[in-house]
C-alpha cells in the first residue's frame, strides 16, 4: 500500500531525444508528488513536484504528467542532454503536517548519450 | 546561501568502532531527516524529528542512534558499525507547514573496514 513503483530501473537516451519515468502508487491518500534529481556523490535535490488537482506541470524542459485515476505519473524530460545523465526519483506524500516520510520509488538512472 | 550541511564528507572506520556524522542547517527547518542510502537504491528512511519529537522507522536497528541537541544540528550515532553498514548517509530538512519538500545535504560516505 505504502509503495510507490518506478520503472524503467536504467534508461539511455539520446541527445535531443525525450526521456520517459514512469511510477505507478496504490495508496490513494498520497496528495503530493515530486521528483528528485541525484548526480553521483551528492544528495538528492527536488526537481520537480505535482499535487493531484491538476494533471500537468511544466517547468522548462521537464513535465509531470499526472493520472489520479489510473494512480500513475511520470516524468518527460524534453531534449534531453548529456547534464540530464543522472539518477531520478519519484516519490509521494501523505498529509500536510510535515511528520510523515516520502515514500520513494527505487530510481531511474538516466545516461544521455551524443 | 541557505543550506544543509554534512561534516565529513567522508568517513572510515573499523569494525566495531564508534561513529557519529554530523548535520547543520541554516534554513531555521523544524524536521530534520536521517536517510541511508546503498548503491543504486533509494533513500532508506532511518528516523527523523519534528522540533524534538524524535520518530523512528520501525526497521531502524538499534545500532542507529540520533541526537539533536537544537534546531539547527542534528547528528547520527552508529554504535558498532558492521560491513553492512556501508553507505552514504543522508541528512535532509522540511518545514511542517508545507508539502515537505526535502532539502537534501550533500551526504557522508561511510566506509567499514
Known sequence: ?114 | DAMVIQNPRYQVTQFGKPVTLSCSQTLNHNVMYWYQQKSSQAPKLLFHYYDKDFNNEADTPDNFQSRRPNTSFCFLDIRSPGLGDAAMYLCATSRADSYNEQFFGPGTRLTVL
Open chain 1, 1 to 114: 500500500q505504502q509503495q510507490v513503483k518506478q520503472s524503467p530501473q536504467s534508461l539511455i537516451v539520446q541527445k535531443g531525444g525525450i526521456s520517459i519515468i514512469n511510477c505507478a502508487y496504490e495508496n490513494t491518500a498520497f496528495d503530493y508528488f515530486p521528483w528528485y534529481q541525484q548526480f553521483p556523490g551528492k544528495g538528492p535535490a527536488l526537481l520537480i513536484a505535482i499535487r493531484p488537482d491538476v494533471s500537468e506541470k511544466k517547468e522548462g524542459r521537464f513535465t509531470i504528467s499526472f493520472n489520479k485515476s489510473a494512480k500513475q505519473f511520470s516524468l518527460h524530460i524534453m531534449d534531453s542532454q548529456p547534464g540530464d545523465s543522472a539518477t531520478y526519483f519519484c516519490a509521494a506524500l501523505t498529509g500536510f503536517s510535515g511528520n510523515t516520510p516520502l515514500v520513494f520509488g527505487k530510481g531511474t538512472r538516466l545516461s544521455v548519450i551524443a
